[in-house]
């Protein structure tokens, strides 16, 4: 298969993990004689800096050209602490994922059995959890009108949402269910927000097409809750942007360490994957990013473009390595091996 | 002293638990030689059913008239999963909330010694996290506009927030935090949203009347996770609505269970105890629910009133029963105690 891939290694540690997929993928590309072509681009802070956008035109010309995007991270601490800063890295991703029409993020979470004791919750409580969260990525409180008032003294986001959005992703949830154990919980606000009551309004209605799917709800407040007391209940969650963001990265302590989870963002033309961990910009340089969430990342764009082959090696060399405890020092405490490092093992995996 | 409480006991669990609250202040009232007087009062599910209104209005006199409210939970199933129910209890208790303009939610998080292996959290991970959760409680999205469109086919919900109502919890967290350890945490999505970004500027200028308090900030996904990786790096944090309502629900994990946390909501004028737990309809009448955060909330309307003595005495009681395992199913596993046999063990404490 040929293959366009655009990479945008963005700021902190984005690109030095970013390289390690790269190098996983055309070790891939070798052994299963594949043509994957491979584009880079700016994007984020890295992009402000040389041109004040933080998602240039021709970085997006190319991520609509491609096949698929390979995402690292974004995001600066000194745009952080600037709330006057017009521009910031955050926006290039955003727009990025509207523009690409990007509605779908996936995030898979799981535990290693080797990594069990690594988790800060117990292992009888993890062992065996196995979620994928299905979060709405382009509409909500992220893309509704925003502003300031003149005098600076107040605010608002706006969060709106349509049947149309909800329908589109709801149906992608359904189906992964439906290959999965069935069950899929809605995690909304209903007894508080209008836009809570449409997804679950829109999204009962849709249940009746998969019968063969259960269906259950959780307030958010109770889900942040129960993913910690019981994670093994879930199996597919769904849920809209803010919601999602904040459960996603919630749910990363399951599995002992943020830096194994990966995530895909599908549209119907377009696709992007990319780890759900930030820039980790106090990291940046020093050998340390665990290359494993992009590297999944990777896996999972292989599996968009139905290479289930590929894909499985990739996630199998991971396991090897998790298994040997050839791993970055957010996993191996002791006897650390360093990001590139990683990335050549896995990549000898596969070759 | 002599105080007016209004007892608002609302659903599900809540009239049992808030009648072993009663009891014990009655038992403070006894010993220390106060003069507490108590009017009960319809509200949420239960007020619908008999008055088709989730806050009558002589229940909302009654909480103006009164120094304190004492509330139990709130919510029914029933009206959950109907989109287009009219009225919901839950509207009660934000009008509530608003009527008394109790803006500060204040939601103390710690671990009992005896509970630590009951938390599905690592014991070395919780040992001595004690932190206090400061909500923003009348703004933000749970009080913006809201609407339906008229075809049903989208809804939106304002999230809107003034710098003065960020500046009157701003203060109090800070003098809470220049009480306790010293440092403040602002948890907000300041990458993102637009109030983010207001409250993060209002309250680093506010920080400036506070040198002695350390100030940091995290996003709001990122809080969620840190909350399970190490939370005893917490002491006071601050933040909007929203955000508070899932993270202290999901705090509430650290502890071993729901059933043991309390809150506070302050305003100018009036101030409101209530347990951060819901209504918990699944265990309506069978005498298991845990009266402690409600017990608790009562030992917070103590301490409004500056009757330290009195409050110090119900915590120590309710340390005592924990001590003793004298608990409900929730805690003590197999040789429980109901509702009121826990609640008749710390009148007996007490008086
Ligand atoms: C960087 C930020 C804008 C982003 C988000 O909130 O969506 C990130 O946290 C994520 O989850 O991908
Ligand atoms: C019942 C509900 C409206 C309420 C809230 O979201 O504020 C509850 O979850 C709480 O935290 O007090």
Not at 313 to 318: D, E, H, I, S, T
Request: with cysteine; charged share 25%.
């Amino acid at each position: 298969m040929k293959l366009k891939i655009a990479v945008l290694p963005g700021d902190g540690i984005g690109p030095e993990i970013t390289q390690q997929s790269v190098k996983v993928l055309k070790a891939v590309a070798d052994r299963f004689d594949h043509e994957f072509q491979f584009d880079d681009a700016l994007v984020g802070a890295a992009a402000i800096d040389l041109l004040e956008n933080p998602l240039p035109e021709a970085t997006l010309d190319l991520c609509h050209k491609s096949d698929a995007v390979l995402f690292g991270a974004i995001g600066h601490p000194k745009y952080d602490n600037n709330p006057d800063a017009k521009v910031r890295p955050e926006q290039g991703l955003l727009k990025l994922r509207k523009e690409l029409g990007l509605f779908a993020n996936i995030r898979p979470v799981r535990t290693y059995e080797k990594l069990l004791d690594q988790s800060p919750l117990k292992r009888e409580r993890i062992t065996g959890a196995d979620m994928v969260i299905y979060r709405e990525l382009t509409g909500g409180i992220y893309f509704g009108e925003k502003s300031t008032a003149e005098d600076g003294k107040s605010a608002q986001d706006l969060c709106f949402y349509s049947e149309e959005e909800i329908d589109r992703i709801a149906h992608l949830a359904f189906k992964a269910a439906q290959q999965r154990r069935k069950k899929l919980t809605l995690v909304d606000k209903a007894n508080v927000l209008e836009t809570s009551r449409l997804w679950r309004k829109t999204v009962k209605t849709i249940a009746k097409e998969y019968p063969d799917v259960e269906l259950d709800f959780l307030f958010v407040d109770n889900a942040a809750m129960q993913m910690i007391l019981n994670p093994t209940q879930f199996d597919v969650i769904l849920t809209e942007n803010m919601f999602g963001d904040i459960l996603s990265d919630e749910a990363s302590v399951i599995g002992g360490s943020i830096g194994l989870l990966a995530s895909a963002s599908v549209g119907n033309k377009n696709a992007m994957f990319e780890p759900i961990h930030g820039s980790y910009p106090q990291a940046t340089g020093k050998g340390i990013a665990n290359p494993v969430a992009s590297v999944l990342s990777a896996a999972m764009l292989l599996d968009h473009f139905d290479l289930v082959e590929e894909a499985n090696a990739v996630r199998k060399a991971v396991e090897v390595s998790i298994q040997l405890n050839v791993c970055t020092q957010d996993i191996n405490k002791e006897n650390h091996y360093t990001t590139e490092k990683v990335g050549d093992f896995l990549e000898g995996l596969i070759a």
